[in-house]
């Protein structure tokens, strides 16, 4: 069992950031590949990012490659999502997710992530 909670989420203007933090509970959670992904309104949820349980592999949806950037820390069961010259687009509320089967992947697919948080809602205004 893991258990989910996002943070950091809110208003900025556009070229501004924000750290948005998934903090997790429950002993999968370093087992677990943590994923983030969004919805905006009308839309459906997306992949954003990835980081497999070990850490050393990641993966980025194209629409924020060179932006965000994905990291964990496992001794404070915490995953982060750093999020720099933020656009109107991508305004959306941002989910964390953990995929607990034993394979050390990133699946870009929501399929796979059994344990979800409730969202951080993440604006940007033009």
């Known amino acids: 069992q893991v258990q989910l909670v996002e943070s950091g989420g809110g208003l900025v203007q556009a070229g501004g950031s924000l750290r948005l933090s998934c903090a997790a509970s429950g002993r999968a959670f370093s087992t677990s590949a943590i994923g983030w992904f969004r919805q905006a309104p009308g839309k459906e949820r997306e992949f954003v990012a990835g980081?497999?349980?070990?850490?050393?592999?990641?993966n980025y949806a194209d629409s924020v490659k060179g932006r965000f950037t994905i990291s964990r820390d496992n001794r404070e069961n915490t995953v982060y999502l750093q999020m720099n010259s933020l656009k109107p687009e991508d305004t959306a509320v941002y989910y964390c997710?953990?995929?607990?089967?034993?394979?050390?992947?990133?699946?870009?697919?929501?399929?796979?992530?059994?344990?979800w948080g409730q969202g951080t809602q993440v604006t940007v205004s033009s």
């Open positions: 997710a953990a995929d607990s089967r034993i394979s050390d992947v990133v699946v870009t697919s929501m399929g796979p992530y059994d344990y």
């Open positions: 980081v497999s349980r070990s850490g050393g592999r990641i």
